[in-house]
């Protein structure tokens, strides 16, 4: 089977790393990289032995290629994407999909018309520890999630909601298998226009409560996910992917005792699995672990938190850039 001739659009601090992991990923064949910063473009190109673009279109015409990520910020990301996928190119896009549900439902009507690959960049779904836990929750109660660490100046498009929030919705809904029956939600600016910290609540209609707490201007770094079921509760930490399980169990004389698991599983680098999956759904035809259609819902969600947040009117502003 041949190779499929993949690119990057957006080589900056997280696109170069698509552009590399893809030169170490068997059946895929990187055959350029797309910056609008034709020194960027040019310093990853060169380090990875491939040519850079600094126009989309050009790129297209010269490389053919049958699939592409896009690593561009938010608001471009349906330009980009809609020039790609008429042109036939399958795409891996980074999260938040689209600035707006309308911009993703149109994508995903594409995407069917032209059988193309859409997925969707919600990198932990990938990591060793989710995966690694989503075949034992079967019955949560309730789930607790904090990401959370220092300002960086880096992301000034979006705020927390659809930068860092967004990741632990799509593993909520992921794990919950249930509609949800309201949400509630509330953040604050503190050093950009946008919200730099967010708190929301999730109740689904079997009963499961999720609470998730984001923050970039808290100077201790934490990625925690807490799960707790009716005979025991679970902790991940995103970072180390690591697992903890504690439950109690009934000794003889003692009572109730609790014991404290670690399994042990293989660890790998996220990217690289996200990166792997797409390829072999692309050479494949087959369905991505994260479709367009769960982009689009936790997408729908984070909106409906931002409108809590911020107010329809101040929402309706911000879809309209």
Do not use: W
């Not at 020194?39 to 790129?59: I, K, P, S, W």
Request: aromatic residues 4%; hydrophobic residues 40%.
């Amino acid at each position: 089977m041949k190779d499929v001739r993949v690119g990057v659009v957006g080589v900056g601090h997280l696109g170069v790393h698509h552009a590399r992991v893809y030169t170490e990923i068997l059946g895929a064949n990187l055959v350029g990289v797309v910056d609008t910063n034709e020194d960027r473009a040019l310093e990853v190109a060169e380090n990875l032995g491939v040519q850079a673009y600094t126009d989309l279109g050009r790129f297209l015409d010269e490389t053919r290629p049958d699939a592409l990520s896009v690593v561009v910020p938010t608001v471009n990301h349906f330009e980009v994407a809609k020039k790609a996928m008429e042109r036939g190119v399958s795409l891996l896009i980074e999260k938040p999909v689209t600035a707006r549900t309308e911009e993703a439902e149109e994508l995903l009507r594409i995407a069917s018309d032209r059988n193309l690959v859409l997925q969707v960049g919600h990198i932990e779904r990938f990591n060793s520890a989710v995966q690694h836990i989503k075949e034992m929750v079967h019955d949560p109660i309730f789930i607790q999630s904090r990401r959370a660490g220092p300002f960086s100046p880096r992301i000034g498009d979006v705020g927390v909601v659809l930068d860092l929030m967004i990741h632990d919705v799509d593993i909520i809904l992921s794990l919950v298998r249930s509609e949800i029956a309201d949400i509630s939600a509330m953040g604050r600016c503190v050093c950009t226009n946008h919200e730099d910290v967010a708190s929301a609540q999730i109740r689904f209609e079997n009963g499961a409560i999720a609470h998730i707490l984001v923050s970039r201007v808290t100077e201790k770094r934490m990625r925690t996910l807490e799960i707790t079921e009716p005979e025991r509760y679970l902790m991940v930490n995103y970072e180390t992917q690591d697992v903890t399980l504690h439950h109690c169990v009934q000794q003889q004389g003692r009572g109730l005792v609790e014991v404290v698991e670690h399994p042990v599983f293989p660890k790998r680098e996220p990217l690289k699995l996200e990166l792997q999956d797409f390829v072999r759904c692309v050479r494949e035809g087959s369905e991505p672990l994260v479709s367009l259609s769960d982009g689009k819902r936790a997408l729908e969600i984070c909106v409906a938190m931002l409108r809590q947040i911020h107010g329809d009117a101040a929402m309706e502003k911000t879809e309209a850039v």
